[in-house]
C-alpha cells in the first residue's frame, strides 16, 4: 500500500472577493484548471488548502466531536438513530458499508434545510457539550458555502456556466456532516473503519485529524491520502459521475482501522432530493454515448441510507442505471 498526497490545490482565488477583478479573474481560471485536472487524471481526490474556513470554528468543531464522543454510551444512545429518522448516533459497529459492519462510532446531522424532504429525519442535538449545537450550525452553513464555490467552479471546468449546477439542481439539499470515531482497533488487520466504497452524493469535504487512515485506490494500488495541515480532502460523488458522463469518476476508498485514536468529519453535499441527475448533452458525443439512465436523487438516498442501518442486500449503485 503506497502512500501519496492527491494534489493539494490552493483555492484561496475561488474564495476571495478583495483580489483586483483582472488577476482575481485569471487566478479563479488557474484554480478551476487544476481542479478539472485532478478529476479528469488523477483519482478523483484532492486536498484544498487557502478554504478561508475560520480556524477558530475548526477548532471548536474538533473540541465538539471529541467532547461528544467522550460522553457516557448512555448519553449518546438518548439521540440514536433509527430506520425511521437516519439523523443522530450510531454505536460501533453498528453501521453497514456493503453488507459489512464498520469499526467506528458515528453521529449525522444535516443542512439546516433538509428537515423539510421527509427522507432523512430530523435532526437529533444531544444536550452536551453545550456548545453542540451552535459549533454545528455554523460550521453547516460554512460547508454549504465552501460546496457551493467548488461545485460552481467543476461547472466551469466542464464549460458550464459556474451557476449551472446552483440553479438548476441545488435550490434545496439533503446535505449533512458526520462524525466519525475510530477507536483504537485490537486487531487492525481484521477490521475496516469503513468497507471500499463511492460517495452518493455531489461531493465530499472531509477533516481529518493526524492519524492516516483514508485510501484511495488508484491503478489497482490503494494509496493512503497523508494528513495535510489545515487542508480538507474533496471527493466527488456518484451523482456527479453521472451528470459528466464517467468524465469524472467517483473513485473506490475505504479508511483503515487502526491502534491509534481517528476521527474524521466529512460533509456529504447532494443535490434537491426532487432531481432527476442524468448525464448533461455537454459530455455526451459519438464518442461517449449516453451510458446512464435517469436517477431521482431522493429515491437513491432513501436506498442508500437504508443499507447503512441493516443488511437488505446489494446497495444501490450507479452501475445498476448504465445502458451498456
Known amino acids: 500500500m503506497a502512500e501519496s498526497q492527491v494534489p493539494?490545490?490552493?483555492?484561496?482565488?475561488?474564495?476571495?472577493?478583495?483580489?483586483?477583478?483582472?488577476?482575481?479573474?485569471?487566478?479563479?481560471?488557474?484554480?478551476?484548471?487544476?481542479?478539472?485536472?485532478?478529476?479528469?487524471?488523477?483519482m478523483g481526490f484532492f486536498q484544498i488548502v487557502g478554504h478561508g474556513i475560520d480556524k477558530e470554528l475548526i477548532d471548536q468543531v474538533w473540541d465538539a466531536t471529541q467532547a461528544f464522543f467522550a460522553l457516557p454510551q448512555s448519553e449518546k444512545d438518548k439521540i440514536h438513530?433509527?430506520?425511521?429518522?437516519?439523523?443522530?448516533?450510531?454505536?460501533?459497529?453498528?453501521?453497514?458499508?456493503?453488507?459489512?459492519?464498520?469499526?467506528?462510532?458515528?453521529?449525522?446531522?444535516?443542512?439546516?434545510?433538509?428537515?423539510?424532504?421527509?427522507?432523512?429525519?430530523?435532526?437529533?442535538?444531544?444536550a452536551q457539550p453545550h456548545d453542540f449545537r451552535s459549533v454545528?450550525?455554523?460550521?453547516?452553513?460554512?460547508?454549504?458555502?465552501?460546496?457551493?464555490?467548488?461545485?460552481?467552479?467543476?461547472?466551469?471546468?466542464?464549460?458550464?456556466?459556474?451557476?449551472?449546477?446552483?440553479?438548476?439542481?441545488?435550490?434545496?439539499?439533503?446535505?449533512?456532516?458526520?462524525?466519525?470515531?475510530?477507536?483504537?482497533?485490537?486487531d487492525p488487520t481484521d477490521k475496516l473503519g469503513i468497507s471500499p466504497h463511492t460517495d452518493a452524493g455531489i461531493l465530499t469535504i472531509l477533516m481529518q485529524n493526524n492519524v492516516a487512515g483514508l485510501q484511495v485506490m488508484s491503478g489497482g494500488t490503494w494509496i493512503t491520502v497523508a494528513p495535510h495541515p489545515d487542508a480538507f480532502v474533496i471527493n466527488i460523488?456518484?451523482?456527479?459521475?453521472?451528470?459528466?458522463?464517467?468524465?469524472?469518476?467517483?473513485?473506490?476508498?475505504?479508511?483503515?482501522?487502526?491502534?491509534q485514536e481517528r476521527y474524521s468529519i466529512p460533509?456529504?453535499?447532494?443535490?434537491?432530493?426532487?432531481?432527476?441527475?442524468?448525464?448533461?448533452?455537454?459530455?455526451?458525443?459519438?464518442?461517449?454515448?449516453?451510458?446512464?439512465?435517469?436517477?431521482n436523487w431522493g429515491n437513491y438516498r432513501r436506498e442508500r441510507a437504508k443499507g447503512d442501518i441493516a443488511d437488505y442486500g446489494e446497495e444501490i449503485q450507479i452501475s445498476q442505471f448504465t445502458f451498456f
Open 136 to 186: 454545528f450550525e455554523a460550521y453547516l452553513v460554512e460547508m454549504r458555502k465552501l460546496a457551493r464555490i467548488l461545485t460552481s467552479a467543476i461547472a466551469c471546468s466542464l464549460g458550464l456556466d459556474e451557476n449551472y449546477f446552483l440553479d438548476n439542481y441545488l435550490r434545496d439539499t439533503n446535505s449533512f456532516v458526520r462524525l466519525n470515531h475510530y477507536p483504537p482497533c485490537p
Open 237 to 259: 460523488g456518484d451523482m456527479l459521475q453521472v451528470w459528466t458522463n464517467d468524465k469524472y469518476k467517483a473513485n473506490l476508498h475505504r479508511v483503515l482501522a487502526s491502534d
Open 267 to 295: 460533509y456529504f453535499f447532494n443535490p434537491s432530493p426532487a432531481v432527476d441527475v442524468e448525464p448533461l448533452d455537454i459530455c455526451v458525443d459519438a464518442i461517449h454515448p449516453r451510458k446512464y439512465k435517469t436517477i
Open 81 to 126: 438513530r433509527s430506520p425511521q429518522n437516519s439523523r443522530g448516533y450510531f454505536r460501533l459497529l453498528s453501521e453497514l458499508t456493503k453488507q459489512k459492519p464498520d469499526w467506528k462510532e458515528g453521529y449525522d446531522v444535516s443542512d439546516l434545510d433538509a428537515h423539510l424532504h421527509g427522507i432523512d429525519g430530523e435532526n437529533q442535538w444531544p
Open 8 to 42: 493539494v490545490i490552493d483555492v484561496r482565488h475561488l474564495v476571495a472577493t478583495a483580489a483586483a477583478e483582472h488577476d482575481a479573474t485569471e487566478k479563479r481560471q488557474q484554480c478551476v484548471a487544476a481542479i478539472g485536472q485532478a478529476l479528469v487524471q488523477g
